[in-house]
């Protein structure tokens, strides 16, 4: 199967006219009164609930078609939908081009408009799903498709401006002329932040190179484009698109974070923040960069801190060392001088990684409050890499929001480049700790079970059923059934270093195909039940909510695809 030969590829339906602004720097705006920040005790965002009760109902139809057409075998599925609320998530895991390409594929799997799945795949599956969240190169791959209207990968392939990844972003044109330009351009960009009298670190430069490939469209390649206004594109006005989730971890200065003390930061076109009990706050995105206290203003107050380039560069800040170690002979010399200037605090060298979130919203002073919590009693804000933690498929928020499935597309690099369970594992285990304690994760076996049982070769689902959940949680049924998607070679070796930073476009759409055969078994070959059974696994939770008994069917599908407790450790 070659992407050339695929049957159709339409024209280009990018979304850039937005009015927004050019540049970079945030703006002065006058404060709004009354607090910016609300306690993760509220539950969700407003807006985000809003958002979901509209989406919802649009989901559900979509979902009606897709359990139609799946060929569930003696499953009335008006009959279900009736009673039954089942919803989805989709999470993509990081990996750099990796991972946002094979995600690609994938993703174009349970796209409907997709022509190649058209009643193959899992199209419908995207349609149907209420949240999509991505972190490090999955957060290219969704803030990119987000912002961009939520194009097909068919109008993706049909041009040549957005995903150019045949130079990398260091040197970005053919002509070194226009390389040299447009770091120009970065330069003054981050400067004029800088001036406005703001911290910056070598996020804002990554995040505005990475721009020039993700949000090629916009003008002034995003400069000014707020994820915020994400939600005024047509997919999201008309509750079409999943709502997005953009990942990344919090690291205080000069420490290292695993799995067992990071805070999941959760990046949304309305607010960022975590509901771990390290922070359990959440800030208006719109304001970031004003200066508050224990959620107030207290000073100044900005908008546009909050560009979409730079939260995908938070995202995947892991990327920054790249800007300072390798092929540094295509960045110009005043750049460098410009880092090197960055890097002559010592602080600076130890926390390359760091994206600096300054004023930090979160801030409380000793008169306002408590302190209690080192992130609020620190004057900046330091995200760092989504994956950074090992949990390197970004589930937490989605986990906090009672699905009923969550499909985990594993890109990872853990062994020769290939996932072997990692970053489940990583989450599975954080439920055993203070900072995870709230969020249930089903059982997942170890590395080696993963290998050994082929666990990463074909589609798993773990926790098939909830009544084997009560020693983790009481809320049973708001655990989902995770459907784990593991990268793996079909027609192509996809196992790529996270640092290639270029893919010619051959090569590029060869990474695309594999992810697209990983996520419909091989175009659905490899067994024609697929479909059926994915539907299984998502209807899976609201059954057993409502005491039905299982299809013979799902209960095949139940055999082929759950796994059932066995373990086959090696060491
Ligand atoms: C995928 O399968 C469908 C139906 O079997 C077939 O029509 C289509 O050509 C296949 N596409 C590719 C690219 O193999
Ligand atoms: C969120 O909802 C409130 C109340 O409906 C509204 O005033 C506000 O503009 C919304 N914010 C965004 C970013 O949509
Ligand atoms: C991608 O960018 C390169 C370098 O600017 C250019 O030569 C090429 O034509 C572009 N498009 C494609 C499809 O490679
Ligand atoms: C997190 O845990 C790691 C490993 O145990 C430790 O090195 C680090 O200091 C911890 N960081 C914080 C902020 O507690
Ligand atoms: C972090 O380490 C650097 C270099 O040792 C030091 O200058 C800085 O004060 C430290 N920062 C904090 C917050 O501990
Ligand atoms: C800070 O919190 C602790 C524990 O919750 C409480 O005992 C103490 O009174 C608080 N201090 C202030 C100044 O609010
Ligand atoms: C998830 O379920 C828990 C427990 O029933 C509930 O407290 C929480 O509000 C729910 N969260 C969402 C986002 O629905
Ligand atoms: C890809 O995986 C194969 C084994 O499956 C290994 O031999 C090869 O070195 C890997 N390639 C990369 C770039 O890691
Ligand atoms: C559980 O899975 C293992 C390995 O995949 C298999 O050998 C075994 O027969 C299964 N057990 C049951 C009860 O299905
Ligand atoms: C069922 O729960 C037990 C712990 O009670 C656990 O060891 C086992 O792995 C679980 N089985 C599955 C299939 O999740």
Redesign the pocket.
């Known amino acids: 199967m070659k992407i050339s030969n695929w049957p159709c590829l339409l024209m280009p339906t990018f979304w850039w006219n937005l009015s927004s602004p050019a540049g970079y720097p945030p703006q002065t705006v006058t404060c709004p009164s009354g607090p910016l920040t609300r306690s993760a005790s509220t ?2 965002n407003p807006n985000e609930s809003s958002y979901m009760e509209s989406r919802y109902a649009v989901a559900k139809e979509n979902l009606r078609t897709y359990l139609n057409s799946a060929k569930l075998e003696d499953f009335n599925v008006d009959g279900f939908l009736m009673d039954a609320n089942p919803t989805i998530g989709l999470a993509f895991s990081g990996g750099g081009y990796r991972a946002q390409l094979v995600g690609a594929g994938e993703y174009a799997a349970l796209d409907s408009r997709t022509c190649v799945t058209n009643g193959v795949g899992l199209g419908g599956i995207l349609q149907s799903s209420n949240y999509i969240a991505g972190l490090s190169g999955g957060a290219w791959l969704v803030g990119s498709l987000v912002s961009n209207n939520l194009f097909t990968i068919d109008n993706m392939l049909s041009q040549d401006i957005l995903w150019n990844t045949s130079n990398s972003v260091l040197d970005f044109y053919d002509n070194l002329l226009e390389t040299l330009e447009m770091w120009v351009l970065i330069a003054l960009q981050v400067e004029s932040k800088e001036d406005e009298g703001f911290s910056v670190s070598i996020t804002d430069f990554w995040g505005r190179a990475l721009s020039y490939q993700q949000l090629a469209f916009f003008p002034h390649e995003g400069a000014g484009f707020s994820f915020p206004k994400v939600m005024e594109v047509p997919v999201y006005r008309d509750f079409y698109a999943p709502f997005p989730i953009l990942v990344a971890d919090g690291r205080e200065p000069n420490t290292t974070i695993v799995n067992l003390n990071s805070t999941v930061f959760e990046l949304t076109p309305f607010e960022l923040g975590s509901g771990d009990p390290s922070l359990e706050s959440f800030v208006q995105v719109q304001y970031l960069g004003s200066e508050l206290d224990g959620g107030f203003p207290s000073g100044r107050c900005v908008n546009g801190f909050d560009n979409a380039g730079f939260f995908i560069g938070t995202s995947s800040s892991l990327f920054n060392e790249i800007l300072i170690t390798i092929n540094q002979e295509y960045i110009p010399v005043f750049l460098q001088d410009i880092i090197e200037e960055v890097l002559i605090n010592p602080f600076e060298k130890l926390n390359v990684d760091v994206a600096h979130y300054s004023p930090n919203p979160f801030y409380v002073s000793g008169q306002n409050g408590n302190m209690s919590s080192p992130i609020e009693a620190s004057e900046t804000l330091f995200l760092v890499d989504g994956g950074e933690d090992g949990q390197n498929v970004p589930l937490v928020p989605l986990l ?3 699905l009923s499935a969550v499909f985990a597309f594993d890109n990872s690099a853990d062994e020769n480049n290939w996932p072997d369970g990692t970053a489940l594992i990583s989450t599975y285990e954080r439920q055993f700790t203070p900072q995870g304690g709230d969020i249930a994760f089903p059982y997942v076996p170890g590395q080696s079970t993963f290998i050994n049982l082929g666990l990463t070769s074909k589609p798993t689902f773990f926790g098939c059923d909830a009544s084997n959940l009560t020693s983790l949680t009481a ?1 049973i049924y ?1 655990v989902p059934v995770v459907i784990y998607i593991a990268n793996r070679a079909f027609s192509f070796s996809s196992n790529t270093s996270t640092f290639q930073l270029e893919y010619s476009i051959p090569e590029r759409n060869a990474m695309i195909t594999n992810g697209f055969e990983v996520a419909s078994r091989m175009n659905g070959t490899l067994d024609e039940e697929w479909a059926a059974c994915v539907g299984c696994a998502i209807i899976r939770r609201e059954q057993e909510r409502m005491n039905m008994v299982q299809t013979e069917q799902c209960k095949k599908c139940f055999q082929e695809y759950c796994w059932n407790g066995t373990v086959y450790e090696t060491s």
């Open positions: 539950g969700l906090r929001r009672n809320d708001n």
